[in-house]
């Protein structure tokens, strides 16, 4: 139990410093509520149209592929650190590693994803 006071000592005062800025916040917060502060902020254009209006789906689709690209740098990093133990293994699996991600943006580019014109692909 002893080896656990230190963690139980951090959490608590994470948690004592979040209560207390928020009950903090309370009290020495402003209280002069207008429209302008209660009005969402959105880069400051005035908010246009409604909020749950639909969008393209391309939108969904190059935000899932830029997920997708993202995501490689949490394998690269790892590998980029034992990249001197893993020697010409490590180098075959990052080689077939890009060779498929470039398969996969060669085919997303070819689907025409990335084409905001409005047209159709083929």
């Known amino acids: 139990m002893d080896s ?4 139980l ?3 608590g005062l994470g ?5 207390g800025s928020v009950l903090l916040s309370q009290f ?3 209280r002069k509520p207008t429209a302008e502060k209660s009005a969402p902020y959105e880069c400051g254009m005035p908010a246009v149209g409604d909020a749950r209006e639909r969008q393209s789906v391309k939108f969904y689709l190059v935000a899932m592929i830029f997920l997708l690209f993202d995501i490689e740098v949490a394998f690269l990093y790892p590998w980029a650190m034992a990249f001197r133990t893993l020697a ?26 990335f084409d905001w014109s409005g047209e159709r692909p083929r």
């Open 4 to 7: 656990f006071w230190p963690i």
């Open 9 to 11: 000592i951090m959490l």
């Open 15 to 19: 948690a004592g410093f979040a209560g």
């Open 28 to 30: 020495v917060g402003p």
């Open 88 to 113: 010409w293994t490590g180098l075959i699996q990052i080689v077939v590693f890009f060779a498929l991600l470039l398969a996969g943006y060669i085919y997303v580019w070819r689907k025409g994803v």
